[in-house]
């Protein structure tokens, strides 16, 4: 059988992703609730500030945190606490260390695919996330080249995945 190149996508076919910062947000949306926004209208805000952040630093986990501060301080204005800061900053940090939950016979897949093609797994985020250590081999680390696109290619070891389950 001819080897092809798989370019295999991970966030949310690989692994849950959008599922955690979906449930950040809405923790978020309660914590600044306080301030006398609507939901919607803090939900609004948020996207705006996203569109504008992921422009300059990427779809990552801390480009995602700087969203949720910058709102925030929209938001509170003057009223702006440190703590709750401080607390939007611990949620971001334990969304950055909430290890992939891996998607039911994912790595059976790949595994089965490694054996007869050449695999690239292709994800959005910050070179240095701590949650890719274990999935990337330093000589394939990959540097975006633009700042508007970052993306991560990365060969998946099927072994890691099996680990993992
Ligand atoms: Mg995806």
Not at 84 to 101: C, F, G, M, S, W
């Amino acid at each position: 059988m001819r080897r092809n190149t798989l370019l295999i996508d991970a966030d949310d076919t690989l692994w849950e992703n959008n599922v955690f910062f979906e449930k950040l947000i809405e923790d978020f949306i309660t914590l600044v609730e306080s301030c006398g926004f609507t939901r919607a209208y803090v939900r609004h805000i948020l996207n705006e500030t996203e569109r504008k952040n992921i422009r300059q630093y990427g779809y990552g986990v801390r480009s995602f945190g700087r969203s949720l501060e910058e709102t925030y301080i929209k938001l509170a204005e003057h009223l702006a606490k440190r703590e709750v800061l401080a607390q939007i900053h611990t949620r971001v940090v334990d969304l950055e260390r909430t290890p992939p939950k891996i998607l039911d016979g994912v790595p059976e897949t790949l595994a089965y695919l490694t054996e007869r093609h050449r695999l690239i797994l292709f994800t959005k985020g910050e070179p240095e996330d701590p949650r890719m250590d274990d999935w990337q081999q330093p000589a394939q680390r990959h540097q975006p080249r633009h700042a508007d696109r970052p993306e991560r290619r990365v060969h998946p070891t099927p072994a890691h995945l099996a680990a993992r389950t």
